[in-house]
């Protein structure tokens, strides 16, 4: 199975700082279709996760442009341009490419 | 609007049974491939199984292989997951979502294996 290694596992950020989370792929993620099945998910304390990222770098209806998704490969980086209250929780990486889909660990940012 | 609302979690025994049910709206059910996700208390994120849109493949996580299945039925927008011979270790809040990418996720419910 694909193994998907989130880093840092926790990261205090100041308000109105960035913040940024890598998720490194034990395999490369690059699809027989030339699609990248890399999705990252947001987990406010209490609620269920929710897809903010799909296929490296394009963002949901809704999601603010403060989040944003890169990479390629097996390497992917999100990141949160002006951290905000409302952006406390975990983060999590996911790859759909392989089976069994699997997640990363999750990362979770709090605030200083 | 999406909407996705899991049933049937609860406490069974170890070696116990359980069947959950996601009730899916406000997309075209068969459509979708459609997945379970599980989180244990205080872990993280576990792909358990997804089933494709007319159930004519289906995945499973090594851990549930041979005791979990995963069906659907698209007569009534509907989505389960049998669960034999439950272990402590499937104590876990069970997520419906839709597609193998989960783009829209449920609400959970709550399933506890313990004597």
């Known amino acids: 199975e694909v193994v998907m290694t989130q880093s840092p596992l926790s990261l205090p950020v100041t308000l109105g700082q960035s913040a940024s989370i890598s998720c490194r792929s034990s395999q490369s993620l690059v699809q027989s279709d030339g699609n990248t099945y890399l999705n990252w998910f947001q987990q406010r304390p209490g609620q269920s996760p929710r897809r903010l990222i799909y296929?490296?770098?394009n963002r949901e209806s809704g999601v603010p442009d403060r989040f944003s998704g890169s990479g390629s490969g097996t390497d992917f980086t999100l990141k949160i341009s002006r951290v905000e209250a409302e952006d406390v929780g975990v983060y999590y990486c996911?790859?759909?490419?392989?089976?069994?889909?699997?997640f990363g660990q999750g990362t979770k940012v709090e605030i200083k | 609007e999406v909407q996705l609302v899991e049933s049937g979690g609860g406490l069974v025994q170890p070696g116990g049974s359980l069947r959950l049910s996601c009730a899916a709206s406000g997309f075209t059910f068969t459509s979708y491939w459609m997945t379970w996700v599980r989180q244990a208390p205080e872990k993280g994120l576990e792909w358990v199984a997804s089933?494709?849109?007319?159930?004519?493949?289906?995945y499973y996580v090594d851990s549930v292989k041979g005791r979990f299945t995963i069906s659907r039925d698209n007569a009534k927008n509907s989505l389960h997951l049998q669960m034999n011979s439950l272990r402590a270790e499937d104590t876990a809040v069970y997520y419906c979502?839709?597609?193998?990418?989960?783009?829209?996720w449920g609400q959970g419910t709550l399933v506890t294996v313990s004597s």
């Open positions: 296929k490296v770098s």
């Open positions: 996911m790859q759909g490419t392989h089976w069994p889909r699997t």
């Open positions: 089933i494709k849109e007319d159930g004519s493949e289906k």
């Open positions: 979502a839709r597609e193998t990418n989960t783009r829209d």
